[in-house]
């Protein structure tokens, strides 16, 4: 192998990895239609709901940690998030609200983490009074007119990383399903979705247990699926050392 034909393998070794890379990146949210006609308002289509979170984040420092959040979703945005779509009675007429219950595993310094189950519950909060209970168990109060209109607990892709004051999260739910009331506010598509992505960052964590930070939630094609930073590591080694083998053949 001649050693230009090597670095043009190496070449195409780096361009994989970014590939692997840009999976990490904002993924593809699909429009959704909710109605609001029960709320004063109309149909409104978006693509993402954003919000802000509280949690609570606990290490056991045995490698495993638990975590518990309620997310109020305030707002609906359009054209892949970037968007504010206006007119809506979101947090005016009607709160929109999750909880999302985990626990997994960390690294030795509580840096990364992994979720190995998590539960997902979307509510509508109709006279907007729904608060916290108990975030580690998901429990809330003056939750009597809350309705349950979706829930999810098969999840991937779930992770959390955090270094130098900042952090960010993802997970992505395989199974979401609406319930009976969920399918008068989610009115297109139909059937809707059952991929659902959750990620957002941390304010900090400096705090523990309590966190904060803004939160987003869509809908998407397929989860993305990103490989362990050791995989895409390994891979590109390997083919470094199969150039270097190669070129001292070819001396």
């Known amino acids: 192998m001649k050693f230009n034909k ?24 699909l429009d959704f239609s909710i109605d609001e006609t029960d709320y004063n308002g109309t149909v409104k289509t978006g693509d993402k709901f954003n919000g802000g979170y509280v949690e609570e984040l606990i290490f056991d420092g045995q490698g ?11 707002a609906l945005f359009q054209n892949n998030g970037s968007m504010p779509v206006f007119g809506t009675e979101l947090a005016d007429s009607y709160s929109l609200y999750a909880v999302l219950t985990a626990s997994g595993t960390t690294s030795t310094n509580a840096t990364d983490f992994t979720a190995t189950q998590a539960q997902f519950s979307l509510y509508i909060d109709v006279n907007l009074d729904t608060g916290v209970d108990s975030l580690i168990d998901g429990t809330t109060t ?17 992770y959390g990383q955090y270094a130098n004051g900042t952090g960010n999260f993802n997970f992505d739910f395989t199974d979401f399903v609406l319930t009976t009331e969920g399918e008068e506010y989610f009115v ?9 992505t959750v990620n957002g960052d941390f304010d900090t964590l400096a705090n523990l247990p309590s966190v904060t930070g803004d939160l987003s939630a869509g809908f998407v ?20 050392g199969l150039g270097m083998s190669a070129r001292r053949k070819n001396k």
């Open 6 to 29: 090597i670095v043009k393998s190496l070449a195409l070794t780096a361009g994989l990895v970014a590939g692997f890379s840009a999976n990490a990146q904002t993924p593809e949210y």
């Open 64 to 74: 495993g940690f638990t975590t518990g959040a309620m997310a109020y979703l305030t």
């Open 188 to 196: 297109d598509p139909i059937p809707f979705y059952s991929l659902l």
């Open 142 to 158: 003056n939750n009597g007119d809350d309705i349950l209109i979706g829930s999810a607990s098969a999840v991937t892709n779930a």
């Open 221 to 240: 094609a397929a989860p993305v699926s990103v490989p362990e930073p050791s995989t895409v590591a390994v891979l590109a080694l390997g083919l470094v």
